[in-house]
């Protein structure tokens, strides 16, 4: 979502007292009074047993697949290349074909209808006046996720600083929340607006997979949502999930952060945006209002809200009129979180694409010449980068095009080396922001007490010489929010732990699964969705990559000589190229097809101490 200064403040909303009140009467009934009232009123019966009346019969006589097994392979393939409706018509079309007659394959419509009874037993439709939203069952996508990762889930030590465990429960899930408008059109103004969750007991990688994310529901319209109505399900599930989870009543679900762009920000907290006064959602700083622009030039954080004052302000606003402290109401989530501790600063939109990306355009209309820039372009194409980072940084010209994995890239790895050109007090300057968001992405338990509090010196230091170097109209509440950074990371946990950079993913994973501009694009959506919730197929599959045998003419003589003088000769070893241990691809220095990447360079540890060196070859001994 871009920032725009267009206005100052909107129309007041206020939650109503009845939207309380449905939240209270939620809240104290039992989640199995809940769930044995949906399961009536909905269809008991999955999508195999509605396409046959029996389980596990051969599709054809003397068959190995079952008509199970035949719906399930089906579905992964559809869920994997995302089929449309039209090709699957046709794929099942040829496979009855092909079969021998008295077969029970499905028809495309069988499929379809059984589909859509599986996909309305999860989602539930909802019309607005402001748009339409789906609203999608919670449990039984982390019932899936945490028999997925059971052995790990609670074992693993998070990076992110968790609660203890409530009373009553063994063990309580914690949850981020996670909302953004993603346009589907060039042609309308129409948006989705995904309501994504995540756990954050699981390890960061893990979590952050597609797979492992959860869709709690979806909005599609001309505008932001209307929040009352858009998390009014949610909450009421999630409140009564709090009381404990069908699947394990030893477990129970809690939220833990809100993870969101500034603009999203406070249009769900209920505050004025980043550009009106008393816009920090975290301090009660005012804020100047300069050339049509809202601008914090302080670099010291005074008065620091607290969830107590913030619902005082809420209640004020609303027998007010106005907004108090920048508060216009109480906020849709606050019977779920702590406001405003528990709203987040995103790493992603403030720090890349806003801090940095300004900063960049800043230096680059200074500093960067034509010769520069193309000498930069040539450098990257020449550096290997391990295939870690899954994007590389394009030319310097294409910037207003970049992404924030790209200036993640340049801020933390390449801008150090390629701005050394530029005059010594701007270079110094940037590498305050560089060395302070390269502390506060590290993970937290390689950090000490006296890192942080030099994180805190560089980024006073930064905003203290900002207007000084360039304007003081890039003093802007992206730069104050990194004032707030080193705090929310002492508390929380390290910046690329609390991320929003798997919930764009995510984002982007639900725009592909529209094929064209038809009617029902929300339903398509959802039912997508679902299909790779209900597949096996992973997005992020594990499996080891092809491992490439060397024939021995591509071993040096003299480590085969070496293997030799260990006892073992030729027909005893196997030597490889390249392979993939706990999912990451390592390759050697034999590896003739790692094109630009450089996964041959690694830390190891020797008698104690780091070590880097170069993989040189993999060999295994047969027994």
Request: net charge positive.
């Amino acid at each position: 979502m871009s920032n725009s200064f267009s206005s100052i403040d909107e129309d007041m909303p206020t939650v109503s007292d009845a939207f309380f009140r449905d939240i209270q009467r939620i809240q104290t009934s039992t989640p199995i009074s809940f769930i044995s009232s949906f399961n009536e009123s909905k269809h008991s019966t999955t999508l195999s047993d509605d396409i046959s009346n029996s389980s596990g019969i051969p599709i054809y006589r003397n068959s190995n697949v079952t008509n199970v097994d035949f719906i399930a392979s089906v579905n992964d393939l559809a869920s994997r290349h995302r089929l449309s409706d039209s090709c699957l018509w046709d794929l099942l079309k040829l496979i009855s074909n092909i079969l021998p007659n008295g077969h029970i394959c499905p028809i495309f419509l069988e499929f379809k209808n059984s589909w859509n009874r599986t996909v309305d037993e999860v989602a539930t439709f909802h019309s607005c006046a402001d748009g339409d939203f789906f609203s999608i069952l919670v449990e039984p996508q982390i019932e899936k996720i945490y028999r997925r990762h059971s052995t790990i889930i609670f074992r693993h030590k998070t990076e992110i600083s968790l609660p203890a465990t409530s009373d009553g429960f063994e063990h309580t899930l914690f949850l981020n929340i996670n909302t953004d408008g993603v346009p589907i059109s060039k042609s309308n103004n129409k948006s989705v607006w995904p309501l994504w969750l995540n756990i954050a007991n699981l390890p960061t990688k893990i979590r952050s997979s597609f797979p492992n994310l959860i869709l709690a529901a979806i909005w599609m319209g001309n505008s932001k949502p209307n929040w009352n109505e858009f998390l009014k399900p949610f909450i009421g599930e999630m409140l009564l999930l709090q009381g404990g989870t069908s699947f394990n009543k030893s477990i129970n679900c809690k939220h833990l952060h809100l993870i969101v762009d500034i603009v999203a920000r406070a249009s769900i907290a209920n505050i004025v945006q980043f550009n009106g006064y008393y816009g920090c959602p975290i301090c009660l700083i005012r804020g100047e209002h300069d050339n049509h622009r809202h601008l914090y030039f302080s670099n010291e954080i005074r008065n620091v809200r607290t969830c107590r004052e913030n619902d005082q302000f809420a209640l004020e606003a609303e027998t007010l009129g106005r907004p108090v402290f920048g508060v216009k109401g109480r906020s849709v989530l606050r019977p779920l979180l702590e406001i405003p501790e528990d709203i987040l600063l995103d790493y992603l939109h403030q720090v890349l694409l806003g801090v940095t990306r300004n900063l960049l355009f800043s230096l680059k209309k200074a500093y960067f010449t034509s010769a520069n820039m193309k000498e930069f372009d040539k450098a990257c194409k020449e550096f290997q980068f391990p295939t870690d980072f899954n994007r590389r940084t394009r030319s310097l010209w294409e910037l207003k095009h970049w992404k924030g994995s790209e200036f993640r890239l340049f801020l933390l790895y390449v801008g150090s080396i390629f701005l050394s050109n530029i005059p010594l007090n701007y270079y110094l300057h940037y590498m305050l922001l560089c060395y302070s968001i390269r502390i506060l992405s590290c993970p937290i338990k390689s950090k000490s007490h006296r890192e942080i509090d030099n994180s805190i010196l560089a980024i006073k230091e930064f905003v203290k010489l900002l207007p000084n170097l360039f304007d003081k109209n890039a003093m802007s509440f992206n730069v104050h929010s990194l004032l707030h950074l080193p705090s929310q990371v002492a508390r929380i946990g390290c910046l690329s732990s609390t991320s929003a950079f798997c919930f764009e993913s995510g984002n982007y994973q639900l725009k592909s699964f529209l094929s064209s501009a038809n009617r029902g694009r929300l339903r398509l959506i959802v039912e997508r969705f679902l299909r790779r919730y209900y597949s096996n197929f992973k997005a992020n599959d594990d499996s080891p990559n092809a491992i490439t045998i060397l024939p021995e003419a591509k071993v040096s003589s003299a480590f085969l000589q070496a293997v030799n003088e260990e006892g073992l000769y030729d027909n005893d070893i196997k030597f490889f190229a390249n392979h993939n241990i706990c999912g990451i691809a390592y390759h050697s220095s034999q590896y003739s097809y790692r094109r630009n990447s450089s996964n041959n360079y690694v830390r190891f540890n020797s008698n104690g101490s780091n070590q880097h060196g170069e993989l040189c070859i993999f060999f295994k001994i047969r027994n």
